[in-house]
């Protein structure tokens, strides 16, 4: 292995090789996430910096000498799954002692050492944002230590490093333009595994989708934890600054045939300039992810949120008046601390209001240390936030049902980007507003943007004919 010795080291990466390395002489890495986009694209960081210091990738952990789990701590059934997960490594690691299993990402940062302490099997536990160091880490662990780095940083954002991309397609690519989140949501554990929010220098973003479209690429996903707070400063000169709406329009820019999507947005953040420099350009995709999280202003005070429901209906008509054919998505929580019927039913109404095209829906999860765990109890019985949250999916279902029986007959530009799970005859792509199309495969390719015509849908998925 040439770890540590940096001269070895080839650091001028050729920007053109963006897809991974198969190769049978040298030491195989396998790597598997869990949690959010942010944790997928900072996968594809820590292969580049695996693949720089001599390691290729493997998808199986049976032929891995280093299994990596990039992991998730947003709530505690993300953390239960990487527990059985690292129990499977274990019966792997009895067949092949030398076999290096590491934690990484959220967990890696919120548990530290107790990691190793509460399971011998892992040799590595390296935080967010600690990834350049995992080569010395793992040199470490092969001269028989245990391997840890959990510091967080002020700056770090990756910006030189060239992710390698482990999508299968090779259509649509996640850049993450921050990192961080300097919010304190009462709930949420993401500023304590993820630390301060910091952007990362634009140039950068840009040169990287740059290189994503000249590989073929078709879509680039911008993420942050909050991208409307996105601003760069220039260090050399405090006058000359970019904020997120000038960042999505240089993307927008590159190329009329690249799409351009991002997440998430705040409902605190959103500025009218975001939105106008989406109706500006076609390519920027109509869909906002916007994070609810509760319908009621008192529980919105209580999660620490900063917006009230008023508000956040006033953002809604923003939208509706500035993009009309935008689709609006969101996140709620059910049953934070001492949620009522009441409070409950707010929830339930602002969905009916908003009209949501698509929701994820949790069941509010404590997690230690964080401001709700330390001042509140979580004081809503499990079967009724069960109830609570059944009752919200049953209602998104509708309500994505609905927006799709909308669609029905209205043509859209779709970007195919598979083909479809049920059958290699039908393709599977996406329209702007994010919702997924399938329709017979024709003379289609992936990659290829197709004008469809739908013609039936499920709650789920609209079904349609090329025309
Ligand atoms: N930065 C984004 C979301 C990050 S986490 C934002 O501010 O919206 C993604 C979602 O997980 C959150 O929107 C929230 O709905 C949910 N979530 C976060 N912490 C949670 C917890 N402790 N229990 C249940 N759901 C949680
Ligand atoms: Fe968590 Fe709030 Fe930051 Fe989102 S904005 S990551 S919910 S603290
Ligand atoms: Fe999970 Fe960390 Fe993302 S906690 S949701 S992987 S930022």
Redo the contacts with the bound molecule.
């Keep these: 292995m040439h770890i540590g010795k940096k001269s070895t080291v080839n650091h001028n990466i050729n920007p053109k090789n963006i897809r991974p390395v198969f190769k049978e002489s040298q030491p195989k890495l396998h790597i598997e996430t869990y949690g959010?986009q942010m944790n997928v694209n900072d996968s594809e960081v820590v292969v580049a910096i695996m693949q720089q210091h001599g390691y290729s990738v493997t998808n199986s952990i049976e032929e891995a000498d280093i299994i990596l789990v990039n992991t998730c701590s947003?709530?505690?059934n993300a953390e239960q799954r990487v527990w059985g997960r690292l129990n499977e490594f274990k019966q792997q690691k009895k067949k092949r002692p030398n076999t290096i299993v590491g934690v990484i990402g959220c967990m890696a940062e919120r548990l530290k050492e107790q990691l190793i302490e509460k399971e011998k099997t892992v040799d590595l536990v390296v935080g967010p944002d600690a990834y350049r160091d995992l080569p010395n880490l793992v040199a470490q662990v092969e001269s028989g230590q245990k391997g840890i780095n959990v510091l967080l940083s002020r700056e770090e954002t990756y910006a030189d490093i060239s992710p390698i991309r482990l999508d299968a397609t090779g259509v649509s690519a996640y850049i993450s333009i921050m990192r961080g989140?300097n919010?304190v949501?009462s709930?949420?554990?993401?500023p304590y595994t993820r630390g301060g929010e910091r952007s990362r220098d634009p140039e950068t973003i840009v040169n990287e989708a740059k290189v994503l479209l000249d590989n073929g690429y078709k879509e680039v996903v911008l993420l942050?934890?909050?991208v409307d707070s996105y601003k760069w400063t220039d260090s050399k000169n405090s006058t000359k600054s970019v904020n997120f709406a000038q960042l999505l329009e240089m993307v927008a820019l590159l190329s009329p045939r690249l799409r351009v999507r991002f997440?998430?947005?705040?409902p605190k953040d959103m500025s009218n300039g975001v939105l106008y420099t989406m109706a500006m350009y076609d390519n920027i995709c109509n869909c906002i992810?916007?994070?609810v999280?509760s319908g009621s202003t008192r529980m919105l005070d209580l999660m620490n949120?900063k917006y009230s429901r008023e508000d956040y209906m006033e953002r809604i008509n923003k939208i509706r008046e500035i993009i009309p054919d935008c689709a609006i998505t969101?996140?709620?929580?059910a049953g934070?601390c001492t949620e009522t019927e009441e409070d409950h039913k707010q929830t339930i109404s602002l969905m009916q209001e908003v009209g949501y095209d698509f929701a994820?829906?949790?069941?509010?999860?404590?997690?230690p240390n964080?401001k709700?765990a330390r001042h509140m109890k979580d004081d809503v019985l499990d079967d009724i936030k069960t109830e609570r949250l059944n009752e919200i999916i049953a209602l998104q279902n509708k309500l994505s049902e609905l927006s799709n029986k909308k669609d029905v007959g209205k043509t859209f530009e779709v970007l195919v980007e598979n083909h479809s799970k049920r059958s290699n005859d039908f393709l599977s792509g996406r329209t702007s507003q994010n919702k997924v199309v399938v329709f017979p495969k024709g003379k289609y390719e992936i990659g290829d943007y197709v004008n469809v015509k739908v013609t039936d849908c499920t709650s789920a998925t609209l079904i349609g004919e090329s025309i």
């Design positions: 959010c947003i709530r505690d989140c919010n949501c709930y949420c554990v993401v942050g934890q909050n997440a998430t947005s705040h992810h916007l994070p999280q949120r969101t996140d709620v929580i934070f994820y829906m949790f069941k509010y999860s404590e997690r964080t709700a």
